[in-house]
């Protein structure tokens, strides 16, 4: 056979395994490719596993069914501003709601004054209370990386903040007011401060209509609603938009640093009751306590809605967020510290203590929610 027979063959025989092969792409199943709304990367699963589990933490958010407390009492020569009850929207309600506290010593000369408590009300109000002229130390129990606010998930979004049906009409305005305000401020930060746009993908086996969420459509750009076959997920609806993750530590540390840049200072104290913080030497006291301002301030409407948290290893491929799939609690954040995953609320549970069983249930609905990811 000569060299040119041989390239003849060899041609028809590639030929022939070019056309089998196109054939056997025409007749195989089509799988559907998912278009993100925001993203241009693969929607990639997580690595979810009981073996890569580093860590569970419990936290406790400061709840209250008819909403958080912004307000002045008086008590003799003492003003004391209430700023404390945002349940599962602290970090994402702070500057607002910290605006709507400094904005109740609007009529009165800048001073010194008092901020108690740690946490991202008490930091995020002392930055306010600076800019507006204030001297001010912040008395604590624990410094910022010991809060309730350094275990937060950090998803901006002003939900599990109050019972809707319990409500008035007059918290979800301020609410609306304070969420605005927050989401500005939170846009001018960006990734020195923790914040940084990603997905979220909202999962239910409803299809989604008018709800309370509505209220803050406009805080979330490139929503769209996906139906069954639309989306990887194994749910029949998902809604797709665009939101901000802040990560704790980072926003919770470079507050913490602005603040004393600007000359405030941080004194580690405890208070067992109301007469020892009134005994403070400043005028002008903030209470951003949180759970604390029951046993200070004698608020028996608060309660606690214990959250357990399940650590992984950071994974970089995973750009995205979701909230529900199982549990109605269920969520995953992917941070640059962690992934993080989520799926209890128990309201007026007190427990410290992570339940292993919890642990399992909750890597458990997850690897359920990815297990159909290719």
Known sequence: MTAATR???????????????????????????FSRP??????????????NVIRVVVGHRPYRPSGFVVGTEVFDDKRVVHNYGHG????????????????????????AAAVVGS??????????????GWSVTIYTRDPFRHTVSSVAGGE???YSVH???????????????????????FTSLGPGYGVRWMELYRLSERPFGAAADEDFADLYPYTVDLGPGQHPFP??????SLTMLVEPGVF????????????????????????????????????????????????????????????????????????????????????SDVLLLGGTYGLGDYSTAPDPAQTERIVREHQRLFGGFG
């Open 252 to 335: 919770l540390r470079e507050l913490t640093a602005d603040f004393q840049r600007a000359g405030g200072r941080v004194v580690i104290r405890d208070f067992a009751d109301r007469g020892q913080v009134l005994a403070l030497p400043e005028p002008v006291i903030f209470n951003c306590t949180g759970l604390g301002a029951a046993v200070l301030f004698g608020d028996a409407e608060l309660t606690p809605a214990r959250g357990q948290l399940v650590l992984l290893p950071p994974d970089p491929d995973v750009d995205y967020l979701t909230i529900g799939g199982g549990s109605d609690s269920l969520y995953m954040f992917s941070r």
């Open 156 to 158: 901006w979004g002003p």
């Open 235 to 240: 749910v029949p609806y998902v809604r797709a």
């Open 7 to 33: 390239r003849r063959v060899l041609g028809a025989a590639g030929a022939g395994l070019v056309l089998a092969a196109l054939s056997a792409c025409a007749s195989a199943p089509r799988v559907p490719v």
């Open 88 to 111: 599962g929207a602290g970090i994402t309600l702070s500057w607002g709601s910290s605006a709507l506290a400094v904005r109740e010593v609007a009529g009165l000369r800048p001073g």
């Open 38 to 51: 925001y993203s241009r990367r693969p929607l990639v699963a997580p690595r979810v596993s009981m073996d």
């Open 119 to 132: 946490g991202v009300m008490g930091l995020t109000t002392a930055r306010l209370l600076q800019d507006a």
């Open 163 to 185: 019972d809707p049906k319990v409500s008035s009409d007059a918290f979800k305005a301020r609410l609306g007011y304070a969420a605005g305000i927050a989401h500005h401020a």
